[in-house]
C-alpha cells in the first residue's frame, strides 16, 4: 500500500563546455588542476579518484588500474589516460605532495577519516566546496538555465565528450 518513491531529479546537472573546462584549469591550484584534469578525462567519480593510490598508475600501459573493491560497478579495470597526463601524474606522484596536502588538512581539520597511504591525488572531502571556489576564479557560473555543475559535471563532461567524438558503439 506503500506509494513509489518521486525519482523526477530536485536538479539538472549539466556538463561544462570544452572552453569552460580550459577557463576552470588555469585558475586552479596545481593540485586541484591534476585532479580536475584526471576527472575530465577518465570519468571517474570523487570517491573512485580518493582510492586511488601511485600503485594504480601504470606507466607502460598509460593509465591507471580500478580496483573492484572501490569502482561503482564493483569490477577491476582499467583506465587509459593520455601520455602526457600519466607522465604528469608520474612527476606530481614522485613527490609526495597529495600525500602532504592530506596530512596538512587532516591535521587542521582533527579528521575521522583514514588517511589515505600513497594517495596519487589528493581529493579534499568536500570537492563540491573547492569546485565553487575555482568556479569563481574563473567566472563561470554554478547554475544556469541549462543545469548547475558539481563535481560529478567533470563525469558528465568526460561522457559528452566521449559520445561528441564519436567512440562510444552500442
Not at 614522485?94 to 596536502?101: D, K, L, Y
Request: glycine fraction near 6%; proline fraction near 8%; include cysteine.
Amino acid at each position: 500500500g506503500m506509494v513509489a518513491f518521486d525519482t523526477t531529479p530536485q536538479t539538472t546537472r549539466r556538463a561544462m563546455t570544452p572552453d569552460e573546462i580550459m577557463q576552470l584549469l588555469d585558475v586552479a591550484p596545481p593540485a586541484r588542476r591534476l585532479l580536475y584534469e584526471t576527472a575530465f578525462v577518465s570519468g571517474l567519480r570523487a570517491n573512485e579518484l580518493s582510492k586511488l593510490e601511485v600503485s594504480h598508475l601504470d606507466i607502460e600501459r598509460g593509465g591507471l588500474h580500478l580496483d573492484g573493491e572501490w569502482t561503482k560497478n564493483r569490477k577491476p579495470g582499467f583506465q587509459p589516460l593520455p601520455r602526457v597526463l600519466v607522465e604528469r601524474l608520474r612527476v606530481y606522484a614522485e613527490t609526495g605532495e597529495a600525500r602532504r596536502i592530506y596530512e596538512k588538512n587532516f591535521q587542521k581539520a582533527k579528521a575521522k577519516r583514514v588517511l589515505p597511504s600513497n594517495p596519487l591525488l589528493y581529493v579534499p572531502s568536500h570537492t563540491e566546496r573547492v569546485l565553487d571556489i575555482d568556479l569563481k576564479a574563473a567566472s563561470i557560473p554554478k547554475h544556469t538555465p541549462r543545469g548547475k555543475l558539481d563535481f560529478h559535471a567533470c563525469r558528465v563532461a568526460f561522457i559528452n565528450l566521449i559520445l561528441d567524438q564519436g567512440e562510444v558503439t552500442p
